[in-house]
């Protein structure tokens, strides 16, 4: 099952916050955050495994909460290189490795 | 992390013809896999390439339509067949690799089937 991803698409102001919502109706083992620009492959963000944990990188985090099967990634004060589709990945087993992505949260950062 | 390069990178292909696409790793890696891009969609799992087995495909893709290959831990191919307008995709080769549980991409291969 495809996770759900939300909002579909936001625009900010460089220096506001947003947050990506990514959320599961299955039990998930890990949760991969990307981003992909226009006509670009995606770059690999972080990752989060099962146990509630958060990361973060630079302005970058992202959290799991694991009761709900839902991950967040929180941009902090946005550069105009945040512009781009965020995918989420989650990951159901431990070891398989292959991922079901959502459908994209495209995010465009205004000067 | 691992570096990893798609042949082609971009091409038009005719409708009914088959085109073979490359990924190379520049380090041994166990789990590969081969994902699709529609245009303006989000990545959906082809399957999983095997060394030394058949490849494990995913629902809805089947090894006639995508034939796999996985001669060796470094390398692996994936033929699109019979190809129509429907098969216009971005097609990525993917690995986990270095430490952490990471899944990295290649850059893709972008077809165009006319």
């Known amino acids: 099952q495809q996770p759900v991803q939300s909002p579909q698409a936001v625009i900010l102001r460089e220096g506001e916050d947003a947050v990506i919502n990514c959320s599961s109706s299955k039990a998930l083992y890990s949760v991969h955050w990307y981003r992909q620009k226009h006509g670009e492959a995606p770059v690999f963000l972080m990752i989060?495994?099962?146990?509630?944990e958060q990361k973060g990188h630079d302005k970058i985090s992202a959290s799991f909460n694991e009761k709900k099967q839902q991950s967040s990634l929180y941009l902090t004060a946005s550069q105009l290189s945040y512009s781009g589709t965020y995918f989420c990945?989650?990951?159901?087993?431990?070891?398989?490795?292959?991922?079901?992505f959502g459908s994209g949260t495209r995010l465009q950062v205004q000067p | 992390s691992a570096v990893i390069s798609q042949k082609p990178s971009r091409d038009i292909c005719q409708r009914g013809t088959s085109l073979t696409i490359q990924c190379q790793v520049d380090?041994?890696?166990?789990?590969m896999f081969w994902y699709r891009q529609q245009p303006g969609q989000s990545l959906t799992l082809i399957a999983t390439?095997?060394?030394?087995?058949?490849?494990?495909?995913e629902s809805g893709f089947v090894i006639d339509k995508f034939p796999i290959s996985r001669p060796n831990l470094t390398f692996s191919t994936l033929t699109v067949s019979n190809m129509s307008p429907e098969d216009s995709s971005i097609y990525l080769c993917?690995?986990?690799?270095?430490?952490?549980?990471?899944?990295?991409f290649g850059e893709g291969s972008w077809l165009t089937v006319v």
């Open positions: 380090s041994q890696v166990t789990m």
């Open positions: 993917s690995v986990e690799a270095g430490a952490g549980n990471t899944i990295y």
């Open positions: 990945g989650t990951e159901l087993k431990a070891g398989r490795r292959a991922l079901t």
């Open positions: 989060l495994l099962k146990g509630g």
């Open positions: 390439a095997n060394q030394g087995s058949e490849a494990t495909y």
